[in-house]
């Protein structure tokens, strides 16, 4: 995994998937604040409720909403760096891992191959490695958030 992990993030283009992946962690610190912040006024909130204070009800309201509008576009800009994140780390690791694949005429070998039945397995390996690729950047992404 870790060599896989390399070929994108060991490399002078994933500069800008530093930043993205800074980014990410920085938005699930915010999202981890505001649900605190929201867990603490909503126990204000139905303390006022039971004590039967108005103003106070009044008041976490109030308070309550610019959070609310906070974690709405937190979430939002969450899903697009998430996305930009994915495209940019898919892409750049499909055209490294595409380039060894071409690499010494490697598509050539494998061709010559097919007559003995040891290349049964690999068809269409370019699209293969798209595939693989996508699943792969989705999945240590699913596990990192």
């Known amino acids: 995994t870790w060599s896989l992990l390399k070929i994108y993030w060991g490399t002078r283009e994933s500069l800008p998937g530093w930043i993205l992946l800074v980014l990410l962690v920085a938005f699930q610190v915010a999202s981890i604040w505001i649900q605190a912040e929201l867990v603490n006024i909503t126990s204000l909130y139905w303390d006022a409720i039971q004590n039967k204070q108005m103003d106070a ?13 906070f974690a709405i576009v937190q979430g939002s800009y969450f899903n697009y760096v998430w996305a930009m994140l994915e495209i940019k780390w898919r892409t750049a690791m499909t055209v490294q891992l595409q380039r060894l694949w071409l690499k010494n005429k490697t598509f050539y070998k494998m ?21 693989d690729v996508g699943e792969f950047v989705k999945a240590t992404l699913d596990l990192a958030f």
Do not use: C
Not at 57 to 65: H, T
């Open 57 to 69: 009800f009044f008041a976490l309201l109030k308070a309550v909403l610019p959070f609310i509008l």
């Open 111 to 131: 061709r010559l191959l097919e007559g003995s039945g040891l290349a049964a397995s690999m068809d269409n390996p370019d699209q293969r490695i798209e595939s």
